[in-house]
């Protein structure tokens, strides 16, 4: 294969299509260090870090779904309703440590809900999802009648205990990737997971059960859900009528800018998934450190959601794998 060749020159550019997320965030970066040089203070990287816990664990379990070629626009509305339950529970005299295991479980059963939709009725993911949104929104409401709930301070206790020095929600997210990359390169789930969404009806006939990894990935996904919402309540424990807004865009992004497919079968969340997630958080930090308008932001956002979707349609058209 020579430099001249087509499949050659199509394997560099894939190659910069998938280096494209670092090198944009050591761009911005050195753009934000130049502008604010507060940007590289440590106590600013560390709330980065910190901030990048609840986009980081929901960008994990987003992308188990996006492998399998769906996607899960419900995860905010998991986030705010098994908050909202969780809150309701603790007002009225339950433990600390069961309610947080009952969001755990409840964000799964939401999870179990949508996979068992999608798959035993072959719905569309996006319908489904985009349904669930609005069911878990509107649950939320009417459980928390529309008010802000604050929380006791256990929450923020627990939100600021460090293990070994590393402040617990980055932990939480430590341990969410590395379990997903375990699961993803080292399990049978994992394999079954990319080949149906490489081709479902490939892994059908080779005698996958493609409706048990289906309703398995919206599973984790919910799980990952309730498990962000947890460390969202520990880092401001309140719960307010627009917890969990729009994190499942965020979430979609982050894994898309880290290499995962939209059209399914491919993606990493190490480093894939985790360095966008750590990208779209800087983007939030400089805005912020800037004093940027923040009528702004909507407009930015859709942008990195544009640029996302750009890059995957790049890495998908000059993927020598798909070439004729």
């Known amino acids: 294969m020579t430099p001249h ?8 550019l894939l190659t910069a299509i998938e280096g494209l997320p670092l090198a944009l965030l050591l761009a911005l970066c050195l753009v934000l260090g130049v502008m604010a040089p507060t940007f590289f203070q440590w106590d600013n990287l560390r709330n ?8 980081g664990i929901l960008a994990t379990g987003m992308t188990f779904v996006l492998l399998t070629a769906g996607v899960d626009l419900s995860v905010g509305a998991i986030m705010f309703v098994c908050s909202a339950v969780g809150g309701k529970l603790i007002f009225q005299g339950a433990p600390f440590w069961p309610v947080l295991l009952f969001i755990l479980v409840l964000a799964a059963l939401y999870g179990l809900l949508n996979g068992l939709l999608i798959a035993r009725f072959k719905i569309m993911a996006f319908i489904v999802t985009l349904a669930t949104l609005y069911l878990g929104r509107g649950l939320g409401l009417w459980i928390t009648e529309t008010r802000a709930m604050n929380l006791p301070d256990l929450f923020y206790q627990l939100g600021a ?9 980055v932990l939480v997210l430590i341990i969410v990737v590395l379990l997903a990359y375990v699961t993803l390169h080292h399990t049978p789930l994992g394999r079954q997971i990319y080949a149906v969404g490489g081709d479902i009806e490939a892994a059908r006939k080779a005698g996958i059960s493609t409706r048990t990894v289906l309703v398995s990935a919206y599973v984790i996904c919910g799980l990952c859900a309730g498990l962000a919402a947890i460390v969202a309540l520990c880092q401001t424990p309140a719960v307010s009528p627009s917890f969990g807004k729009d994190r499942e865009f965020a979430a979609i992004a982050a894994a898309v800018l880290g290499g995962t497919s939209l059209f399914g079968g491919k993606g990493r969340v190490f480093p894939g998934t985790l360095l966008g ?25 859709s942008g990195i959601i544009f640029l996302a979707v750009l890059v995957d349609s790049l890495r998908k058209l000059n993927d020598p794998s798909r070439a004729p």
């Open 161 to 169: 205990s460090r293990f070994v020095g590393i402040p617990m929600p």
């Open 48 to 55: 980065i870090l910190l901030q990048t816990a609840v986009t």
């Open 277 to 301: 997630a750590v990208l779209i958080q800087t983007v939030e930090n400089g805005l912020n450190i800037l004093n940027t308008n923040p009528y702004l932001y909507p407009i930015i956002t």
């Open 5 to 12: 060749t087509p499949s050659f020159r199509r394997r560099a």
